[in-house]
Nanobody, 125 residues
Framework: QVQLVESGGGLVQAGGSLRLSCAAS????????MGWFRQAPGKEREFVAG????????RYADSVKGRFTISRDNAKNTVYLQMNSLKPEDTAVYFC??????????????????WGQGTQVTVSS
C-alpha cells in the first residue's frame, strides 16, 4: 500500500549540487521516520541520513555531514535530500525508505519497512 518514489537524480560535476525528492503515498510522512540510503556499484547499501517524524531531529553519516541536508514537508508527504559540494565518491543509487516503528530514522537497513526504487546520482570529476 505504501509507495515511495524518488526523483531528482542525474549527472552533476564535482562541487555541484543536487536535490533529491521522495514522494510518499498510502501513508502521511508525518507518521513515519524516514531515511536516505545509497548503494554504489559493488558496494553494500549504506546509511546517508535520517529524519524524525516531525522533522525536528536529524542524523547523518560522517561522510556527508556538513554537505547534505535532509528535510521534510509533511503537508506534501515529501522528504528531501539537498546535496551540496558533491564528490565523485557520492556516485550511487540513492534510495528513500520509511520506518513505520521508529521515531528517528535508523542507520540499519532492517529498521525500514518500505523502500523506493532508487534514483541514480553520478558525480563526474
Amino acid at each position: 500500500q505504501v509507495q515511495l518514489v524518488e526523483s531528482g537524480g542525474g549527472l552533476v560535476q564535482a562541487g555541484g549540487s543536487l536535490r533529491l525528492s521522495c514522494a510518499a503515498s498510502g501513508r502521511t510522512v508525518s507518521n513515519s521516520a524516514m531515511g536516505w540510503f545509497r548503494q554504489a556499484p559493488g558496494k553494500e547499501r549504506e546509511f546517508v541520513a535520517g529524519i524524525s517524524r516531525s522533522g525536528t531531529m536529524t542524523r547523518y553519516a560522517d561522510s556527508v555531514k556538513g554537505r547534505f541536508t535532509i528535510s521534510r514537508d509533511n503537508a506534501k508527504n515529501t522528504v528531501y535530500l539537498q546535496m551540496n559540494s558533491l564528490k565523485p565518491e557520492d556516485t550511487a543509487v540513492y534510495f528513500c525508505a520509511l520506518d513505520s516503528r521508529g521515531y528517528l530514522g535508523g542507520t540499519a537497513r532492517a529498521s525500514y519497512d518500505y523502500w523506493g526504487q532508487g534514483t541514480q546520482v553520478t558525480v563526474s570529476s
